[in-house]
DNA sequence: CAGTGGTCTAGACCACGTA
DNA sequence: ACGTGGTCTAGACCACTGT
């Protein structure tokens, strides 16, 4: 009367027939979208171990597993006690750890400032389509800006801002907080990819960072989508002599402890 | 007379008093070590489940999920009936995914070649200290090279080889393979290290790559560690227009299978 | 102190690939 | 056909932490 567990009979019920999905699985992807979708914002508290165990009718063992591998991909914060929690995206890429710019110059001990250049509302031309990832033609706030580390230009911005998926930026003037720092802190989750690229300074680049054009410049340009849906595109132009990319690659998540400082 | 397993008993012996470390961690690290140090080289058989199991006296869970981390980072690879194996390491780096030049040429469709300017041995200097991490004086093997796509120049290559750590680099003429390429195929998994730059290029650089002193490259330093040993610095230049980094940035592991393409 | 996550067990059934 | 990994269970004890 101890073992003869029914075991998964409810996956494999005749309705399930051909998902053939782990129930790992099912139970991450569920919990990925409703993180990235936004529906589980920031700093909401992922439902208790127990609960989901019910929820899925399955051992707390599978769930853990879940939450566990979740939390490897820093996507939530587990707190004895309190429970699991959405984490925060740490700001941009975790892959390439691109800081916020604000971050980056105080890392430097410089004062930080910037400066919105342009701000105007227009609909997506055929040229920015690629950019944004997008086929029809949406309403998008285009902005370019100007980054400062002491008097010094640190780096010009020019971004494409889709008022599809971020109705509020239209209002938005971005007096105090720059357009980056102001999406980070508004759609949940995101995927971005990155393109770097060595470039010859050009026009409105050159002015803004007070560089003769053709002068080296390291141009990082990132898509970002939050549930499915193109968000921003930017183009961030760095003077090459003042910026540096960096990144580490180490084998899996506690690669023995301190073998890479 | 079911329940009432002694459990772990034998970690929280007196003797361990101060390790305090998961069993997960401690097979993770082990095998890490051993993958890393090359004990294990790529293509080895890693021990069935079942072995593990009995050298270090736990349920077969707790390896289990200790190499389905592995596989998820990539660093093992797991087939049924056959046992799980060390992966090569997915050329460079899984974080830029930058593939070795030969791969990124033949994805452009064009003809490779890459020829070596100049190859000598040395000891470090100062200077070289801190590129190769290395406190003491070694020998080095220092090379130039050039590699082509078609007829035309498509990264210039700056290379400094531990021959401490790869003796066997002394003898090699790199006539057929290119020092990229060799050593991937012969330092058994690595630790990396990038810094991405533009810069103006300058004189050996200029007149391999045929450009004008000043022009824009995407300059690419890479450090690499094996064994915790420093094994190779590398500072890759590439014509600005000619090239272009890309890092995609997702959450987990399977995130929502073809969210992105 | 109560409840959460952290870890582990000793089984079990299944799918699949190799032989 | 057999043995491996893939997945899951129904418990268990522990450590930590917030109240």
Redesign the pocket.
């Known amino acids: 009367m101890k073992?003869?567990?029914?075991?998964?009979t409810a996956?494999?019920s005749p309705e399930d027939s051909k998902v053939?999905i782990?129930?790992?699985?099912?139970i991450l992807t569920d919990i990925q979208d409703r993180i990235l979708s936004g529906e589980w914002a920031p700093g909401h508290r992922?439902?208790?171990?127990?609960e989901l165990m019910r929820q899925?009718?399955?051992?707390?063992?599978?769930v853990?597993?879940v939450?566990?591998q979740l939390?490897g991909a820093k996507m939530i914060e587990?707190?004895?006690?309190?429970?699991?929690f959405v984490s925060r995206p740490h700001s941009q890429s975790a892959v390439l750890e691109i800081p916020d710019i604000k971050t980056e110059v105080a890392a430097l001990g410089l004062p930080y400032r910037f400066e919105v250049i342009g701000r105007h509302k227009r609909s997506s031309r055929t040229s920015d389509r690629e950019l944004l990832d997008t086929r029809a033609s949406i309403p998008l706030l285009e902005l370019t800006c100007c980054h400062f580390a002491g008097r010094q230009p640190f780096c010009f911005e020019e971004r494409l801002i889709n008022l599809l998926a971020v109705p509020e930026a239209a209002q938005e003037t971005f007096g105090e907080v720059a357009p980056g720092a102001w999406l980070l802190g508004r759609v949940p989750w995101t995927i971005a990819e990155h393109k770097i690229r060595a470039t010859a300074v050009e026009t409105a680049a050159a002015e803004a960072l007070q560089l003769r054009a053709g002068k080296p410049c390291l141009t990082i340009e990132r898509r970002t989508w939050s549930a499915d849906q193109p968000v921003t595109f930017v183009r961030l132009t760095y003077p090459g002599n003042l910026h540096e990319l960096v990144a580490s690659f180490a084998p899996p998540e506690p690669p023995s402890a301190k073998r890479r400082r």
């Open positions: 073992s003869k567990t029914p075991r998964r996956r494999k053939a782990s129930l790992h699985q099912r992922i439902p208790f171990e127990h899925y009718g399955c051992s707390r063992m599978t853990s597993k939450l566990t939390a587990r707190r004895r006690k309190a429970g699991s």
